[in-house]
């Protein structure tokens, strides 16, 4: 069964860092394009990462750029999604995707596994 885990989220004041962590089971991550998204309440999915199989591309948007660092480990089968000076508009479920295209993409639709998202608070 091909399956994605998200873990590491949590509360954080702001200006704190989390690190979350994408684990596959089932199958290989080093023929996935990866992305992280997040979707607030009431709002759609976004997404704030991408990276390449290799693992040497990576895509932000500017609300995380400078911020957000992803990254991966394919012997470990993980992608790591480093999150610092979090704001409280990060606060978002988060969520990883797998994707069979050769490139990034910033769809959701192009993205073919899902995990089950993890809660991510930024709050005083």
């Known amino acids: 069964q091909l399956q994605l885990v998200e873990s590491g989220g949590g509360l954080v004041q702001p200006g704190g860092s989390l690190r979350l962590s994408c684990a596959a089971s089932?199958?290989?991550?080093?023929?996935?394009?990866i992305g992280w998204f997040r979707q607030a309440p009431g709002k759609e999915r976004e997404a704030v990462s991408c990276i390449s199989k290799s693992g040497s591309s990576t895509n932000y948007p500017d609300s995380v750029k400078g911020r957000f660092t992803i990254s991966r480990d394919n012997a470990k089968n993980t992608v790591y999604l480093q999150m610092n000076s979090l704001k409280p508009e990060d606060t978002a479920v988060y969520y990883c995707?797998?994707?069979?295209?050769?490139?990034?993409?910033?769809?959701?639709?192009?993205?073919?596994?899902w995990g089950q998202g993890t809660q991510v608070t930024v709050s005083s």
């Open positions: 995707a797998a994707s069979y295209l050769p490139h990034c993409s910033d769809y959701v639709s192009q993205y073919d596994y």
């Open positions: 089932g199958f290989t991550l080093d023929y996935f394009v």
